[in-house]
């Protein structure tokens, strides 16, 4: 039985591709998440906050993985 | 003061994540890595906690609370020239923060009140964009004790004033909730027209 872990990309250019989407992922998010120091209108800071809160943690999480697994592969 | 240095650093990690993808596109060793550590893993994350907290802070402030047309009336009533009033006296003679005056009054203790205040405002945001406030507001639950009781629990006009005495178990039955504090001290908000 092959291991789900198995199926993902792993080596040097995984990871340098994974790092490279997480690092834009995470200019996205704080591009998004800036737009909180701008206005205060309720509907906006409810959409931007959890958006761009996501956006930087999805970097964070593609960074965890290349550095722990994709260069072992 | 705030909000300028989280817009220099929100400055300084965009720049650093766009060198390291300009980084990664000749290599993805060591020095990389190790810059990645900074821009894709320190930085972001310290700034995310910052600005939550950031945000935290403004969504508790009266002007926050006040900038939806629902609240216009309560707003007014913080600053109304009548100490018989509960809201206008603590407001006016700066016995809450008179920034989070609005939060500090309508929050349970503790980090379950803390959670319950911020699904009450996501519900508020909703019906305001999205439904029909009520002509007349009003608590979706009994005023709680605990909110007065949290800063006035321990002073010593609340356990030795003449009006706490009697009945004897009266401070008592005030910390169960068994007797409501609004019950003689009735005049919450004066709202005009």
């Given at each position: 039985m092959v291991s789900p872990f198995q199926l993902l990309p792993s080596g040097p250019d995984a990871a340098a591709r994974v790092l490279r989407r997480g690092a834009l992922s995470q200019v996205a998010g704080v591009f998004v998440l800036s737009v909180a120091l701008f206005t205060k209108m309720p509907l906006i800071l409810?959409?931007?906050?959890?958006?761009?809160?996501?956006?930087?943690?999805?970097?964070?999480?593609?960074?965890?993985?290349?550095?722990?697994?994709?260069?072992s592969g | 003061?705030?909000?300028?240095?989280?817009?220099?650093?929100?400055?300084?990690?965009?720049?650093?994540?766009?060198?390291?993808?300009?980084?990664?596109?000749?290599?993805?060793?060591?020095?990389?890595?190790?810059?990645?550590?900074?821009?894709?893993?320190?930085?972001?994350?310290?700034?995310?906690?910052?600005?939550?907290?950031?945000?935290?802070?403004?969504?508790?402030?009266?002007?926050?609370?006040?900038?939806?047309?629902?609240?216009?009336?309560?707003?007014?009533?913080?600053?109304?020239?009548?100490?018989?009033?509960?809201?206008?006296?603590?407001?006016?003679?700066?016995?809450?923060?008179?920034?989070k005056a609005c939060y500090t009054c309508h929050t349970n203790p503790g980090f379950l009140g803390y959670l319950d205040a911020k699904m009450r405002g996501m519900h508020d945001v909703r019906v305001h964009y999205f439904g029909r406030a009520p002509e007349e507001l009003e608590l979706v639950e009994p005023y709680r004790n605990a909110v007065c009781l949290k800063c006035h629990g321990k002073a010593e006009n609340f356990l030795e004033g003449d009006g706490h005495q009697y009945p004897e178990t009266l401070i008592d039955d005030l910390r169960a909730e068994e007797v409501s504090c609004l019950e003689c001290h009735d005049v919450g908000h004066i709202l005009e027209d």
């Open positions: 409810v959409v931007v906050i959890p958006l761009g809160g996501l956006l930087i943690a999805l970097g964070f999480l593609a960074w965890l993985w290349a550095v722990i697994w994709a260069e | 003061m705030a909000a300028t240095i989280l817009i220099v650093l929100a400055a300084v990690i965009v720049v650093l994540l766009v060198v390291l993808t300009r980084f990664l596109r000749t290599q993805a060793g060591g020095t990389a890595r190790v810059f990645s550590v900074l821009a894709m893993g320190a930085l972001p994350a310290l700034w995310l906690m910052a600005m939550l907290v950031y945000a935290d802070s403004e969504m508790k402030k009266v002007s926050f609370c006040t900038s939806c047309h629902e609240m216009y009336a309560h707003g007014n009533s913080l600053e109304v020239d009548d100490d018989e009033s509960l809201v206008a006296s603590h407001y006016r003679n700066n016995r809450v923060d008179r920034k």
